[in-house]
């Protein structure tokens, strides 16, 4: 096994708490991550029930935040939204905050990325009721995400949308399959919003903001990015894409190709495709110091959905919509990998000793 995100914590982690201030959230995240699936947290003893084998699974953290925590959870998600799915097609919408807001949003993560949320998913919903563009409610979810293949701070949420709408009860579909809504509308549309629900957040004196009608007229200056295109490869995977980081932060184990004389060189993916990946190489302070911009405030929903497709009554407005649409037979969802095989190939254990707490000596 390669070096990990918890090598790195291990060894810097205490320096780095040491020189940054040692915020209280910092350092919960850091301390679970070091300790995850190791003897300090104890585990349980298993026995296969094809060879008689007796394995030890140390307890995860689960913390949001951890590589090594919440596969599960990311492997039900992704079945659970695959059985959604609409036999329509689907599109990849994703709408980003300008680089002039990011130091704002920053010192007020919360009600930034909640207003992210809604002003972005205001501005689908508004531009395809027009009868211009689709006249029609939709639905959808969206799920935030915060950085860069470098681990640069890049507030952005992406949203999985399909082609259509109910209108008076009736599916209205989108004619041609190029686009779903024009960019430049929703890009002013969002800008707009996202915008007035800051000015209204500051009013209110819930933002800390220094020089902030500077800040506000610096990002007007220009358009802001929205990106709205079909998935070349289909709604799955777009899914799968996302379900990477629906309950991970930022990095994953495998990108992390070394760890040695306190540098940090892991693998990140080029825009430009002419190139592929890349190698990039950073001391481990900085390393932490990237991974923490991306902590989320604490009991914060990353995944959201909207329109017709929000949480109260989501799973009746989806059958109702595979009755219209004749959809009877949904697509079949993945199916969940076991998460201990034993090497006689066997994944049917049995818990022999309930919880081990060991020693970590």
């Not at 540098?263 to 950073?282: C, H, N």
């Amino acid at each position: 096994m390669g070096a990990t995100v918890a090598d790195v914590v291990k060894e810097y982690g205490e320096r780095y708490l040491k020189d940054s201030g040692d915020y209280v959230a910092e350092r919960k995240i850091l301390f679970d991550i070091a300790r995850c699936r190791t003897s300090e947290l104890g585990g349980h003893r298993y026995r296969c029930k094809g060879c008689g084998k007796e394995e030890v699974a140390y307890n995860s953290c689960r913390n949001r935040h951890c590589p090594q925590c919440l596969g599960s959870k990311t492997a039900k998600w992704l079945q659970a939204r695959v059985s959604e799915l609409l036999p329509v097609p689907y599109y990849h919408c994703v709408f980003t905050l300008p680089l002039a807001l990011r130091g704002l949003v920053l010192s007020n993560r919360r009600i930034a990325f909640d207003l992210l949320f809604k002003a972005a998913a205001e501005t689908l919903r508004k531009v395809a009721l027009d009868p211009k563009h689709l006249g029609a409610e939709i639905g959808f979810f969206g799920v935030l995400h915060t950085w860069t293949q470098t681990l640069d701070f890049h507030p952005h949420v992406h949203f999985v949308v399909p082609g259509g709408g109910l209108r008076q009860g009736k599916w209205i579909e989108k004619k041609g399959k190029k686009f779903f809504l024009p960019v430049k509308v929703l890009s002013r549309v969002f800008r707009g919003k996202y915008i007035y629900y800051l000015k209204q957040a500051c009013r209110r004196g819930e933002l800390k903001a220094k020089n902030f009608e500077n800040t506000i007229n610096c990002s007007c200056s220009s358009d802001w990015v929205v990106y709205c295109k079909p998935p070349f490869a289909g709604p799955e995977a777009v899914l799968k894409y996302l379900s990477r980081y629906t309950h991970r932060i930022a990095i994953s184990n495998r990108r992390i190709i070394s760890f040695s004389n306190g540098l940090v060189s892991f693998r990140a993916r080029s825009r430009r495709q002419s190139i592929g990946s890349r190698i990039v190489q950073i001391p481990a302070p900085e390393f932490l110091r990237r991974f923490l911009l991306h902590r989320v405030p604490s009991r914060f929903t990353r995944i959201r959905h909207f329109g017709i497709f929000s949480n109260n009554g989501r799973q009746k407005v989806i059958e109702k919509l595979k009755r219209i649409l004749k959809a009877f037979a949904s697509i079949k969802p993945p199916v969940l990998r076991p998460w201990l095989v034993c090497s006689c190939g066997s994944t049917d254990w049995l818990i022999i000793k309930e919880v081990t707490y060991l020693n970590s000596s």
